[in-house]
């Protein structure tokens, strides 16, 4: 009867490691995004972005992102975040990226790296769609899709006028590629 307890928590234990990393998704190219309301999957596509999909693996390895609060948020439009000052006007200490755009379309849930009028100005800043924006199409990098938890995302503050600025802005916990993770 033991034997059998024991397996039985082992093989528990075995399906819990495995649901860890849906299926189709590499791990290595995976962000997991935790919030107060709960964990954000995104799919990195460095097929669309390499530049900036290593960026932002990056900066999350450094734990940059971590604590770092959505200072912009548009109800019906997107959520923007990625600067440490949280005044829209911060980045890492790396330097700015080439834009790596291309045609594929901003939808509910598609990463951009968000930048200046200077397409090659994106360095850590990043937003989260909420909805069809076809008026990005080919104006930003896509850097990454969630898959999974864009309830989340939903819920995060949103800023109070038509400028997105968030009095007492929601953080991003931790962001983390998910490879890394144990």
Not at 71 to 86: C, E, K, L, N, S
Not at 89 to 113: H, M, V
Request: hydrophobic share 40%.
């Amino acid at each position: 009867m033991r034997h059998v307890l024991t397996f039985a928590l082992a093989l528990f234990a075995f399906a819990g490691i495995a649901q860890a990393a849906p299926a189709g998704l590499d791990p290595e190219n995976t962000l997991i995004m935790e919030l107060k309301t709960g964990k954000v999957t995104i799919k990195l596509r460095p097929d669309l972005a390499p530049q900036h999909v290593e960026r932002v693996k990056k900066l999350a390895r450094e734990g940059f992102y971590n604590g770092v609060p959505f200072h912009r948020v548009i109800a019906g439009f997107m959520a923007q975040t990625g600067d440490p000052t949280g005044t829209g006007q911060g980045g890492s200490k790396y330097p700015d990226l080439k834009a790596e755009f291309t045609p594929t379309p901003f939808e509910r849930g598609t990463i951009g790296a968000a930048r200046t009028s200077n397409p090659d100005s994106a360095n850590s800043q990043f937003f989260i769609c909420f909805t069809h924006t076809p008026h990005l199409n080919g104006q930003y990098t896509v850097w990454g899709q969630v898959v999974d938890g864009m309830t989340h995302i939903d819920q995060v503050k949103k800023g109070a006028d038509g400028s997105g600025s968030v009095a007492k802005p929601d953080k991003i916990i931790k962001l983390s590629v998910m490879a890394d993770m144990k």
